[in-house]
């Protein structure tokens, strides 16, 4: 049974930081690109961050670029997001899901975590 499942997020103030961490079981992670989306209220969900299975290439949207690092562990089949010098705007559900080749498109992706609650507010 495929399983992703997030952990990590809570509430920070705007300016501080959080890493989730999303660990997979099921399959193995080491020739899967894993992405991290999120959606906030109202909104459509987006790309965050993705990284490629094999050689590690990685994707930032331009909103958390500077801002994000995603990172993986194969040995530990999970992978992170730290984020820094968070923004209200930020604020939203982190997913993370799992892709047969890097995508920045949700539909790319065949799993997916249950997603992990990150509020950004003072």
């Given amino acids: 049974q495929v399983q992703l499942v997030e952990s990590g997020g809570g509430l920070v ?11 997979v079981s099921g399959f193995t992670m080491d020739y899967h690109a894993m992405g991290w989306f999120r959606q906030a ?12 299975g ?4 990685t994707y930032y949207s331009d909103s958390v670029k500077g801002r994000f690092t995603i990172s993986r562990d194969n040995a530990k089949n999970t992978v992170y997001l730290q984020m820094n010098s968070l923004k209200p705007e930020d604020t939203a559900i982190y ?8 995508a920045t498109s949700p539909g790319w992706y065949d799993y997916w975590g249950q997603g992990t609650q990150v509020t950004v507010s003072s």
């Fill in 13 to 23: 103030q705007p300016g501080g930081s959080l890493r989730l961490s999303c660990t």
């Fill in 41 to 52: 209220p109202g909104k459509e969900r987006e790309g965050v961050s993705c990284i490629d």
């Fill in 54 to 57: 094999t050689i590690g290439s």
């Fill in 95 to 102: 997913y993370c899901a799992a892709a047969l080749s890097i």
